[in-house]
């Protein structure tokens, strides 16, 4: 804005050397001059809209950061969610079908119970008639238990080893002279694994 004033002057100085009359010179000066403040009024309001719009457009700009900001923030996050989710029904999926089936078994475990529960009621004499009657029974009970391995229904071995919650459930404690505390020194019922994957539990005695 000074510099502005003083081009001014300087115009005034100018038209006031190049006038031959003082008279004139003054109205001339006079005018020049007007003219010039005018020029120099109109220049510094145009100065202030510019500023004035210039921080206006930075507000703007700066507001508009912040809040692509956040929308680039909830963009990520609901995409990440997005892959979780899908990942999730994914393994879900894979779950199902690799164990398809496994409800089934479940029901067919007691059945595999009864058969192995009448091939114990045999003793070593395989010429009287419990064991012709129950030769038919090891026959089915054979059958059925390679059936299950194909399918990767395996039972546990569990006699002897260290009581494991996440495989064995106790269901009787006794105290064995020579053997440590927490052994299964009994299986009152099998427990079974489906392709790695526990699906009952063995019912044990351990010791005390």
Avoid: C, W
Avoid at 30 to 36: C, N, R, S
Avoid at 44 to 65: G, H, M, T
Avoid at 116 to 121: G, V
Avoid at 131 to 141: C, D
């Amino acid at each position: 804005m000074e510099n502005v004033k003083q081009e001014v002057d300087e115009k005034v100085e100018k038209e006031t050397v190049k006038t031959e009359s003082p008279k004139v010179d003054s109205e001339k000066s006079q005018e020049v001059k007007e003219d010039l403040e005018t020029k120099v009024d109109e220049s510094i309001v145009k100065e202030d809209k510019k500023s004035f719009f210039k921080k206006k457009d930075d507000a703007l700009k700066k507001k508009l950061q912040e809040e692509n900001a956040i929308l680039k923030d909830k963009f990520l996050r609901v995409n990440a969610e997005m892959q979780n989710m899908r990942r999730r029904m994914e393994e879900e999926k894979a779950n199902l079908l690799k164990f398809e089936g496994e409800d089934l078994i479940k029901k067919l475990l007691p059945v595999v119970d009864n058969f192995e529960r009448a091939i114990s009621m045999d003793d070593t004499n395989l010429e009287d008639e419990v064991s012709k009657f129950l030769s038919g029974f090891k026959m089915i009970y054979g059958n059925l238990s390679d059936t299950l391995k194909t399918i990767e229904v395996v039972p546990m071995d569990v006699l002897n080893k260290p009581f494991d919650p996440n495989t064995m459930e106790a269901v009787l404690a006794e105290e064995v002279e020579g053997v440590q505390p927490n052994i299964v020194v009994d299986v009152l019922q099998k427990g079974y694994t489906y392709k790695g994957k526990v699906i009952r539990h063995a019912m044990v005695k351990v010791s005390k």
